[in-house]
């Protein structure tokens, strides 16, 4: 049995947290410069990158992208693997580094829904929606997932200690499980994954993610607008597109 070192823990949260970064407006500014103005787009570098919003506008409304890409910032992710199966589906603009079951022990820590994670899906695929579940659901879900977490993490555990390699004991693990990464990007491959990994009103175009990645789209997005404020207002002006 596990002791307290390896006894389960289980959490509702996810987390993203900004680690690095190099992006401002005033990246964009330059960066679309360059095709008018040349070597003298250097002075877009020490610019008040308010008196050059409506550029910025103008490059979201008209979709000319590659001005958002001279940035770069990393955020380190606490989340379910399930949620980095997602998440490594955006390829584009996007680099990843990733915890390795091969390489460490894997620690007991897992996602159960809180109570405000709607349960029941109603409708057919491309019109349905999510609902409130009963307390009872929630109670089933909650023991539910408890239970098989502790089964799969004591089966990992007997297998590690007989000696067997971290590797191939790992695969009796649930996608429930936490993991982490440092994901880097640009605000032109954010700003995609933002559009299809948050719903909004004003989106142009509707999206229906999952609750969980929308949960670490939404830390990214807070982190991203106190970047680049300009940016991220344009973005929400022209429905949510990325350029």
């Not at 947290?17 to 103005?37: F, G, K, N, P």
């Not at 979709?63 to 998440?87: C, D, K, L, W």
């Amino acid at each position: 049995m596990s002791d307290d070192t390896t006894a389960p823990q289980f959490r509702s949260d996810i987390t993203a947290e900004l680690v690095r970064s190099a992006a401002a407006d005033s990246d964009v500014i330059w960066a679309a410069r360059v095709s008018t103005a040349g070597e003298q787009s250097l002075e877009a570098l020490e610019q008040d990158p308010e008196k050059s919003k409506g550029l910025i506008n103008f490059l979201m409304r008209d979709r000319h992208g590659t001005p958002f890409e001279h940035n770069s910032m990393t955020f380190f992710i606490s989340a379910p693997i399930f949620v980095f199966r997602e998440f490594h589906r955006h390829r584009s603009g996007w680099s990843y580094n990733e915890e390795s079951g091969r390489y460490r022990e894997l620690q007991p820590v897992f996602y159960v829904p809180g109570e405000e994670r709607r349960l029941v899906q109603q409708g057919r695929p491309g019109r349905y929606e999510f609902v409130e579940g009963t307390p009872e659901q929630h109670a089933t879900v909650t023991s539910s997932m408890e239970a098989a977490y502790r089964e799969a993490y004591g089966r990992y555990q007997e297998m590690l200690e007989a000696g067997v390699a971290r590797e191939v004991a790992r695969a009796v693990l649930p996608v429930g499980l936490y993991s982490s990464m440092y994901a880097t990007c640009n605000a032109r491959s954010l700003m995609h994954f933002l559009s299809l990994r948050t719903k909004r009103e004003n989106s142009a175009v509707p999206s229906f993610p999952q609750r969980e990645i929308e949960m670490v789209a939404e830390r990214m997005e807070e982190q991203w607008a106190e970047l680049m404020p300009l940016t991220h207002a344009a973005f929400e002006k022209h429905g949510r597109t990325a350029p």
